[in-house]
């Protein structure tokens, strides 16, 4: 099964980056990104801090949209019992909150979830962000209705968090954007066939704008992948999109 990006997702994201890319004031930062989850139904955002140096913290915001429900849910100290928690230190990938809800979990567990949609949101997108320094935070997207995304667009919206989340770290942090790194030696045609999937073409439709065969197209694409080292077509149109390889001018068969 060729895996699908949804061009309208891409098309957001890559506005997204490209504005991330030079951005020098967290407000700002905070807003591109709220422009562009707003556009898929989630409401708010935030990033929040778990641990530092490899010990867990009392989670704290670090920017985005602060909310009522936060010093609420600090003092009742819900984040001894927030199955989010537990499972953003198990794991890399994005999960809702349906996710970790169990329907026979503890009564305190199941009125946590309830006050939560009562005075908060719906439902939630969580996105941990493990930093190489036993550092861990998670991004939250909020959602005021049952979250309902294709797995790419999940992957693909996961990969816009950990560039929002990097970014806007470096900015509360006093780092200014660096320029662009190289594009680790792609190809012409590698990115050519990025591009073409980045914007929701199958590989037999790449194949036929570029004028090779499918096959080749999944070589090329295969290829990109482990010079980038990641392992999903997601992921690689991510990290070409941070990378700015993303343009026009990669598009036109040679």
């Known amino acids: 099964m060729v895996d699908r990006i949804s061009p309208r997702l891409s098309t957001a994201a890559a506005a997204f980056l490209a504005k991330a890319a030079t951005c020098v004031a967290i407000t700002t930062l905070d807003q591109d990104f709220l422009d562009l989850i707003r556009s898929f139904g989630f409401k708010t955002a935030m990033c929040v801090s778990l641990a530092r140096a490899g010990a867990p913290v ?24 927030d199955p989010t928690i537990t499972r953003a230190f198990r794991t890399r990938k994005a999960f809702t909150w349906r996710d970790v809800e169990r329907p026979d979990a503890p009564n305190e567990v ?24 036993g550092e861990m935070s998670v991004i939250n997207l909020l959602s005021a209705v049952d979250i309902s995304l294709s797995d790419d667009e999940i992957a693909m919206l996961q990969g816009v968090c950990s560039i929002y989340a990097a970014n806007g770290l470096n900015l509360v942090q006093g780092v200014l954007p660096l320029a662009r790194t190289p594009a680790l030696g792609l190809t012409p045609r590698e990115q050519q066939c990025i591009f073409w999937m980045s914007v929701g073409k199958h590989d037999a439709d790449t194949a036929e704008i570029l004028k090779i065969s499918p096959h080749t197209v999944r070589a090329h694409l295969d290829s990109a992948k482990t010079k980038f080292m990641v392992e999903t077509r997601p992921e690689l149109c991510m990290k070409a999109l941070a990378h700015g390889i993303l343009v026009p001018d990669h598009s036109s068969p040679i």
């Open 58 to 81: 009392s989670p704290t915001v670090i920017f985005g949209e602060e909310s009522p429900w936060i010093p609420y849910y600090a003092a009742r100290n819900y984040a001894s019992l």
């Open 110 to 133: 199941r009125r946590f979830f309830g006050e939560a949609r009562e005075a908060w949101a719906q439902d939630g997108l969580i996105v941990p962000i493990h930093g190489p320094f």
